[in-house]
């Protein structure tokens, strides 16, 4: 599966560090499958602080190869909607 990750920096090497800043779905390492959704975010990230760059990760993960706790939505239903709020 390929995910993008977009950015004001390239991240080689995703690492999920401890926050105390409160993201939508909790501390994690955003990835999305729609590459145009990852341009968008980059832009806001680079506007946000200024940068004026704009990157986009790309990685190509093997979910049969990784031992994640990961939760995929295939479309805003009901059950991805449970999940926000």
């Known amino acids: 599966m390929i995910l993008y990750h977009g950015n004001d920096c390239v991240v080689d090497a995703p690492k999920i560090l401890e926050s105390d800043r409160f993201l939508d779905f909790g501390v994690g390492f ?18 946000r602080r200024k940068s004026h760059k704009q990157f986009i990760s790309i990685y190509n993960f093997d979910n049969e190869k990784n031992n994640l706790k990961i939760i995929q939505f295939d479309e805003p ?3 991805w909607l449970n999940f926000c709020v």
């Open 30 to 47: 955003y990835t999305t499958n729609n590459k145009e959704q990852a341009i968008r975010w980059a832009n806001k990230v680079s506007a």
């Open 77 to 79: 239903n009901e059950e």
